[in-house]
């Protein structure tokens, strides 16, 4: 039998990468309903839940082994590649007001 070796730094061992953020179980934000549903809670019950608490209930059919960036591809920063507000037809009647208020 061969000793299987660690993949070298920087490259990917299969989980998740280190800037996707702690995966759902292990989140602060997020453990209490990967417990509901490791005790046996059904995913609606636990969707519930999260909606009660002001989060998505999306979440509950999430895998919690994996971190919520990767299974949203949520972004830092929200790219926006619209006109300016000054430059856009409508937005210009916008801008106008907050530069004469």
Same mark, same amino acid.
């Given at each position: #039998?061969?000793?299987?070796?660690?993949?070298?730094?920087?490259?990917?061992?299969?989980?998740?990468a280190a800037d996707d953020g702690?995966? $759902?179980? =292990?989140? *602060? *934000?997020?453990? +209490?309903?990967?417990?509901?549903?490791? #005790?046996?809670m059904a995913k609606e019950q @636990?969707?519930?839940?999260?909606?009660?608490?002001? +989060?998505?209930?999306?979440?509950?059919? #999430? =895998?919690?082994? +994996?971190?919520?960036?990767?299974?949203?591809?949520?972004?830092?920063?929200?790219k926006d590649d619209g006109p300016?507000?000054? =430059?856009?037809? @409508?937005?210009? @009647?916008?801008?106008?007001? $907050?530069?004469?208020?």
């Open positions: #039998m061969k000793a299987q070796r660690a993949p070298p730094p920087g490259t990917s061992s299969g989980g998740p702690p995966a $759902l179980k =292990d989140d *602060e *934000e997020y453990k +209490k309903y990967a417990r509901m549903l490791k #005790m046996g @636990v969707s519930h839940a999260l909606q009660r608490d002001g +989060k998505d209930p999306a979440i509950a059919e #999430m =895998d919690f082994d +994996k971190s919520l960036k990767s299974q949203t591809g949520a972004s830092d920063a929200a300016l507000l000054k =430059d856009d037809p @409508v937005g210009s @009647v916008l801008w106008g007001l $907050l530069l004469n208020h």
